[in-house]
Every structure is written in C-alpha cells, then in structure tokens.
C-alpha cells in the first residue's frame, strides 16, 4: 500500500480523543449493507456502510480538530456500498467505497482496528473494570472502600474513587485539606458543578434565618436533596470543615437497597412507590419548583434508576381517598425501611472529611445538634451522575496515553 497515503490517512486515526489497544484482525467480509469483521477468538463486529462513512477520518468528513462528524446522512448517496474491504500490512482496514462524496474524497477510508472493535460490539466496551451496581445495608457498609485525601492527586486513587462511587453509590475520602477551595478542587477534577437556587457552593451551617431545614439545628431525616426539580441532581459532595457539635451525626441508606428489598418482600407497596406519582414542592422566597414523581424510578430497562425522597417537600396528596391512604401507607413503609437499623448507617465526619454520593440513590440526613456547643460547618455542591463516567474515561485515555510513550 502507498505509503504516503496512508500517512495521510492516518493524521487522525480514530475521529475521537480516544486511544484504543490495537486488536488482531482475521478477516472482514462485505456485506451488501455493511462490513463484517473478525479478530480473535471469533469476536465478530458489524458496520453499516453508511455509518462507517460518516464516521471516517478523512479531514473532508471528520473535522481534524474537534473531531466532530462534518457530514450527515443526506451527504451519502441512496445507493451506498462498500465495493471492497482489506486488511492493510499495519493492521488498519482499509474500505473502498461506492460513491465519492465530498470534492477531494480519494474514494477509500482507513479505520483502526481497536477503534472498530470498540465501537462494533454491542455490549459495553469503556470499562475494562467492574462498574457494576453493588447494592449496600448496615450490614456491610464498612466494607466500602475509603480513599485517601492526601493520595487523592494519584490517578489510581482517584480512579478508584471513582469506581467505588459508581458501584456503591458512596465514597467517603479521609485527609483532605481543610480549606475553602478543597470542595471545589475535588468536584472540579471530576466535572462540571451543578448551580443551584442554594448556590454554586453551598455552606450548611445553623443560620438564625434559615431558608431549609438544612441550616437549623434539627434532625434531617434521610432524604434526595432538591426532590422539586424535574432532573435531580446525580451527585452530591459534603465536605466537613468543622464539626465540633455534640451531635450532627451523617446518616445514609441505599435507596437502591432498599427498592430491591421491597420488591422482594411486597409487591403491592412496591408498585404504589412506583407508580403513584408523589407532588413536591420547593418552599422558598425566591423559587417555586414542583415536579410529579415517583419514589422509585427506573430505567428503559425496567431497572430501579432514581430514588426521590424528601419528606419535608412532599405536596398534599390528590386522588380518591382509598388510593391516597394506600399510598401513605406504602411511603410510610418505604420510609421506615429507610430509617431502620438494617438500612441506615450513622457515623461523625471528622474535618477533612468528604462524602461523595449518587444523590439520585443515596438518601442522607443528619442527627440534630446543639446550637449553642461548638460549630458545624458542611460545604457541599453538585454534579450531574454522567460527570462520573466521563473522568473515569479521561482517567483511563490518560494511562493508556502514559503507557504509549
Ligand atoms: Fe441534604
């Protein structure tokens, strides 16, 4: 193969910012829609013509900087195929198409082949490691990984804070700095922070004039923060500043637990928390959010994706009397489960101290303490859930970029 044009080719040899290991290739066989390709132990991925072209490299159709598509399916002909396909000497598939489409088109595409296999098989394929859910009680909580604040600048601690989030829903990292900027510097390394009608940054202190019952002294049940908005937050960070209160005890629970518990022992509660859509309403000066939801939401896969709960923000109920009581009595259940010693863990943070938590399953609340003995101050922010997945994918280009050089 002419080797000047495949370097050319080759500029861009993926049109993404990801690097992926090369795999062996056997064989490719066209297909009148599509490509086939074969590599080792008979993993085969398939590639429609069409999309295979909108996804090439060339600078014509895939912009050699941002590395967005710069075509769209009304560039390419009805009649598009694939005329032949070869296994280039250097392991790149090299596809040589039916039409032209663009005035300097060379008529042939080169594709990587870790690019091919990554983006044709058609189960998940970012995450080398276990992302699984792991659901959690009172029983094993302690079984969950704490990280260190001071390692934290190590990609490998953080990868596994990372992982340790996604899986349990739950991080707690011990030995940060206490300073103002650290809530920030550590939401900033994975994302973007989510604002707020409480702030880009929010301090939970006892305020005389408190705008939630976050900034009393009172005990806050377990519950979703802003359960009003119509896309909850996914994630949520608190971090302890100080803490010298007789109480102000962190309590959480699984609300994902405890979904799986009551789909298991009741199935009529279970498909009330489910299906009976619950009315919350933010109370404040400045805002007015509402939203109707269910306690327990899933996903298009008909598994459990979103718990929103908060007690205190919960609207009257509307419907027949039968039905409304139905309903009380099953969030009445949930909420017992929720605080009961089979689900709620409650433990003191200490300055330094930061929970980091999947605020769309993770129920959190404190213990209520004294005003008047010593001080408690919690800074916290959020972030959307997606924040997750794409440091952890960051993370991981980062090593595989180290191991290349
Ligand atoms: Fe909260």
Redesign the pocket.
């Known amino acids: 193969m002419d080797k000047t044009l495949q370097n050319k080719k080759n500029l861009n040899l993926t049109p993404d910012f990801s690097f992926y290991p090369r795999k062996t290739i056997r064989d490719v066989v066209v297909h009148p829609l599509g490509l086939e390709v074969i590599f080792e132990a008979d993993k085969r991925t398939f590639h429609l013509s069409q999309d295979l072209r909108e996804h090439a490299t060339d600078p014509e159709t895939t912009h050699p900087i941002t590395k967005e598509t710069l075509i769209s399916p009304l560039d390419i002909p009805e009649d598009f195929f694939i005329k032949q396909a070869e296994i280039s000497s250097d392991g790149f598939i090299r596809v040589v198409w039916s039409h032209k489409i663009t005035p300097n088109d060379e008529g042939f595409s080169l594709y990587h082949s870790g690019w091919l296999f990554s983006t044709g098989m058609t189960s998940e394929f970012d995450f080398n490691n276990d992302t699984s859910i792991k659901i959690w009680d009172a029983s094993n909580f302690d079984n969950i990984p704490v990280i260190s604040g001071t390692n934290l600048s190590d990609n490998k601690e953080f990868e596994k804070m990372l992982i340790t989030l996604i899986q349990y829903g739950v991080v707690i990292i011990k030995g940060l700095p206490v300073e103002e900027n650290t809530l920030e510097n550590v939401a900033s390394r994975i994302g973007t922070i989510r604002n707020s009608n409480f702030g880009r940054i929010f301090d939970v202190k006892y305020k005389h004039n408190p705008d939630s019952n976050?900034y009393t002294n009172e005990e806050?049940l377990l519950?979703n923060?802003l359960s009003t908005r119509e896309y909850i937050p996914g994630l949520q960070l608190l971090f302890c500043m100080i803490n010298e209160t007789d109480g102000g005890f962190s309590t959480l629970a699984d609300g994902f637990a405890i979904a799986d518990y009551i789909k298991d022992h009741d199935t009529e509660i279970y498909d009330l928390l489910s299906g009976y859509k619950v009315s919350f309403a933010n109370k404040a000066k400045t805002s007015d959010y509402r939203i109707e939801s269910p306690i327990i939401r899933h996903n298009d896969k008909g598994v459990v994706n979103e718990i929103r709960w908060t007690c205190w923000l919960r609207s009257p109920l509307r419907g027949s009397l039968s039905r409304m009581n139905d309903f009380y009595e099953a969030q009445k259940k949930f909420y017992k489960l929720v605080n009961s010693d089979q689900f709620k863990v409650e433990f003191k943070l200490n300055p330094g101290d930061m929970i980091c938590m999947d605020n769309r399953r993770i129920l959190?609340g404190r213990t209520r303490f004294s005003e008047t003995h010593g001080e408690r101050w919690m800074r916290g922010c959020y972030l959307e859930r997606d924040e997750l997945q794409s440091a952890l994918r960051l993370v991981r280009r980062d090593a595989i970029w180290h191991k290349q050089q």
């Open positions: 976050a806050l519950h923060d959190h």
